[in-house]
């Protein structure tokens, strides 16, 4: 599918397709010839798709389907809810239309809410994850405090 798709955005009618090992050798090689009648099926295909499911991305004037991206979303992931995808795709959305080259990897990027929030707290989680596991008897004994320490314990 990848060579007919370079066939099709290059208009090539020939690719070459080319097996490799783990250490870059060439295995084998073949050329692969796309009929034009095939290049054309393809681009109506890709047509059709942006049609019924991308043109509210790229189109300024189309509106996002906001009912079947929320009955999507939780059958594609379970992290994510409406309003991080509006985030992201904001974020891909800005990312695509300032930069005319190919679009850089936004995973890391972090909204400032949280980047504020990871460089204010410290070591926090270092220092809970310490303590979480040394297990330091308490100074002073009374039957309440044992209960308590060990329930603490067990959680």
């Known amino acids: 599918m990848q060579i007919l798709h370079h066939a099709y955005v290059y208009d090539f009618r020939f690719i070459l397709l080319l ?15 796309f009929d034009d009648e095939i290049k054309s099926k393809y681009g109506t295909l890709l047509r059709l798709i942006y049609e019924l499911c991308l ?9 996002m389907p ?22 992201h795709f904001a974020m891909w959305k ?6 005319q080259a190919p679009i850089p990897r936004v995973l890391r990027i972090l909204p400032l809410v949280f980047s504020t929030w990871n ?20 100074p002073f004994k009374s039957p309440q405090v044992n209960e308590l320490s060990m329930a603490y314990f067990v959680l």
């Open 119 to 138: 460089s204010l707290k410290g070591g926090s989680d270092t220092i809970t994850k310490l303590l979480w596991y040394a297990n330091c008897p308490v």
């Open 55 to 63: 043109k509210w991305a790229y189109d300024p004037q189309a509106l």
């Open 19 to 33: 097996i490799g090992d783990s250490t870059s050798n060439i295995i084998n090689g073949v050329w692969v010839k």
């Open 94 to 99: 800005y990312v695509s239309t300032k930069i």
């Open 66 to 87: 906001e009912d079947k991206i929320k009955s999507i979303l939780p059958q594609i992931s379970k992290d994510m809810d409406f309003e991080s995808f509006q985030g």
